[in-house]
């Protein structure tokens, strides 16, 4: 036997088997290499997906809301965090213990908190808007199910003061009325979102990437002063519960410069708890509202008079009659004085005296008068619900609305407009525009009236506060001051309401080189005296004194104390 | 051959040690940058929280009304005014 050559240890193996194990291999490699392009390549996205998503997390940033301070950086609007306790209802559990203790933390009673939980499942608030430190003590109860996140609320410090102007935010931080509104672009911020990666235990160990950097809202400063204003709403309130009115607004400007630093109007809400709301309240009524100014109206149909040479403030005009009858209607004075001069038409606010200055001037002009002092159109304010008034076009005009509207009669403009119209006495002749920001530098004005003419009509409007006027009450000490009484019938369903009417006053100070405008409406005062000098003439006269000292302008008049004529004094008004 | 295997399998470990440490070291610093951006914004919070306060304190009305009841102080009658004029404008009266 030759065993070397045993057949078992020298098999002839077929060549297939080797080819087809070959084959199997390479096989597998393919199968191996498919899986991974599948794996790598076509599925990439997604299984990267899945595998950030067990470490990497996108975070929101959030951004504050601006702040909104007055012109002295004092804060009027502040947004601080806030905590929302939600819970998820089948997931609480708590004992008697825990619910009384929660229940008394969130200032509701037991019943109250199984109420809420049973109203709803999922998601459920149980209070909204709680102090971070409550939200703190009630995180210490440990309760299951019971969560919280973290929203802003905005505080208004000054309250009811500044109310109006600021206006609110909603609960979603949006700004729902007022400068809020007006400005919610500029005051809102970008909340921003950033990609880290967390590990087990929910730290934060690597940021990845920026996605979105946050962008808190930008600070606004007004152009109000918290002080002014302060002593407006008060001044403002005082006349308005002493004459038993309805509402009422006041506006001050500073004449240079066309910056509202103080607008108060009553009645008014508190902005931090406003449960018990409405609209009357809300109202910005110097900015939303227009009506009939009344005499308020006199010196720009005297000024375009003069101005057009047509009279001068010693011309006499034929008022002896006390009445001026055009076609079927009548006008008439409160009083009759005889023949006055056109300063004394002012002075003693005569209707009759300006129906007859305005019948000489063609109804165009006299329309171009009152469009380029900015009635008839929105004052450039960019307020919610600015009131343009109303000025009808001059072809529709009668004679007799003509010569009623040199006195402020069948024309409305709001109380902002009214008291920046008079810029054109106190800046020489200058319209100033508007601003409610804080300017850094004095805006260029708009010619309307030449200096000359506008220095003569502040001379006429000193007559209205001096004795003899129909605002004495306006007199502040140490300081001269021109201004205009209005007196005006309220408009009601289409004609003028019996005992209703409209007190304002619009004056400046120091009449030598106005600093200051004011201008005060009080809105159906309802004691015997309601003309504009017993009602609003006093409250101009308290603001003025306080305003002038805060702002240090020095005296132009000699500092004698004032003798105020005993009340009811003062000459009475017809508008 | 051997010997400049062996120093790059050294040189290999020790940068190996290296990058574990400088990971470990980025994480520590981005902790604590991290709290203290926490601090800050906590300090941010307190301080509009503090401002609330100042103001809510410092109402004009409030301060008035302490004025007025507690300290008993009043805006002096006109007749008790007294304003003296700078020299500049005193002049040209």
Redesign the interface.
């Known amino acids: 036997m030759n065993y070397a050559a045993s057949p078992v240890l020298a098999p002839q193996l077929p060549l297939w088997r080797s080819r087809l194990l070959l084959a199997l291999i390479a096989g597998g490699f393919l199968v191996l290499a498919g899986r991974d392009v599948y794996l790598q390549g076509l599925n990439h996205d997604f299984l990267q997906q899945q595998g950030d998503s067990r470490y990497s997390r996108v975070i929101q940033i959030s951004a504050?809301r601006g702040e909104i301070t007055d012109r002295n950086g004092?804060?009027l609007a502040?947004?601080?965090?806030v905590k929302s306790v939600w819970a998820i209802p089948e997931e609480v559990h708590f004992s008697p213990q825990q619910r009384s203790k929660l229940a008394a933390l969130l200032e509701m009673s037991p019943a109250e908190i199984d109420k809420r939980l049973s109203e709803a499942t999922g998601f459920v608030y149980l209070k909204r808007q709680i102090p971070?430190e409550l939200a703190e003590r009630v995180r210490a109860l440990h309760i299951p199910g019971l969560f919280q996140n973290r929203e802003y609320r905005r505080?208004y410090?000054?309250?009811d003061?500044m109310a109006q102007v600021l206006g609110f935010t909603g609960a979603d931080d949006e700004g729902q009325d007022g400068i809020e509104l007006a400005y919610q672009s500029t005051l809102a911020g970008k909340s921003g979102s950033r990609r880290v990666i967390k590990d087990r235990l929910g730290?934060?160990?690597?940021?990845t990437e920026s996605i979105r950097p946050a962008q808190d809202g930008s600070n606004l400063e007004l152009s109000l002063d918290?002080?002014l204003q302060?002593l407006a709403f008060?001044q403002l309130k005082l006349a308005v519960d002493s004459s038993k009115a309805k509402a009422g607004s006041m506006v001050v400007l500073d004449a240079k410069t066309g910056e509202v630093l103080a607008l108060a109007n009553l009645p008014s809400y508190n902005p931090n708890n406003r449960s018990d709301l409405s609209g009357g309240h809300l109202r910005n009524r110097a900015i939303t509202d227009s009506y009939e100014p009344g005499s308020t109206l006199k010196p720009f149909t005297v000024a375009l008079a003069i101005e057009r040479g047509e009279v001068t403030p010693d011309t006499m005009m034929a008022t002896a009659g006390g009445t001026l009858t055009i076609g079927p209607a009548t006008i008439h004075d409160a009083h009759r004085f005889g023949d006055m001069t056109v300063a004394q038409v002012i002075q003693r606010s005569s209707n009759v005296g300006a129906a007859k200055i305005a019948l000489g001037l063609p109804a165009e002009a006299m329309w171009d008068m009152f469009e380029s002092v900015g009635f008839g159109n929105p004052p450039p304010l960019n307020f919610p619900g600015e009131a343009s008034g109303k000025v009808r076009p001059y072809k529709t005009w009668r004679p007799i609305e003509q010569a009623t509207m040199a006195y402020g009669n069948g024309i409305s403009v709001s109380l902002m407009q009214l008291a920046r119209a008079y810029t054109i006495f106190a800046d020489d002749g200058e319209l100033m525009p508007l601003s409610l920001l804080r300017l850094d530098a004095p805006p260029i004005g708009k010619r309307v009236i030449s200096a000359a003419t506008a220095r003569k009509m502040r001379a006429m409007l000193e007559l209205v506060v001096q004795p003899g006027g129909t605002a004495p009450k306006a007199r502040v000490?140490?300081y001269r001051v021109a201004g205009k009484t209005g007196t005006a019938r309220k408009e009601e369903n289409g004609g003028y309401a019996a005992h209703k009417y409209i007190a304002s006053f619009v004056g400046m100070a120091p009449a030598s080189n106005p600093r200051l405008i004011i201008a005060v409406m009080v809105d159906e005062p309802s004691v015997e005296d309601y003309y504009g000098g017993a009602v609003a003439a006093p409250a101009f006269s308290a603001v003025m004194a306080g305003a002038l000292r805060m702002l240090g302008v020095?005296?132009d008049a000699p500092?004698t104390?004032?003798v105020l004529p005993p009340a009811g004094s003062e000459i009475e008004e017809g508008t | 051959m051997a010997r400049i295997n062996l120093i790059l399998l050294a040189l290999l470990v020790i940068c190996a040690l290296g990058l574990v440490t400088s990971q470990d070291k980025t994480r520590r610093l981005f902790a604590e940058l991290e709290s203290e951006q926490d601090l800050a914004k906590q300090l941010d919070i307190e301080w509009g929280q503090l401002q609330l306060e100042q103001s809510t304190w410092a109402r004009h009305a409030r301060i008035e009304r302490i004025a007025r009841e507690r300290l008993h102080m009043s805006v002096p009658d006109a007749n008790r005014i007294q304003i003296v004029m700078p020299a500049a404008a005193g002049a040209g009266q």
């Open positions: 504050t004092e804060p502040i947004s601080t965090p971070p505080y410090p000054d309250g003061v730290q934060i160990v690597e940021d918290a002080r302060n008060s000490m140490g020095p005296p500092l104390p004032l």
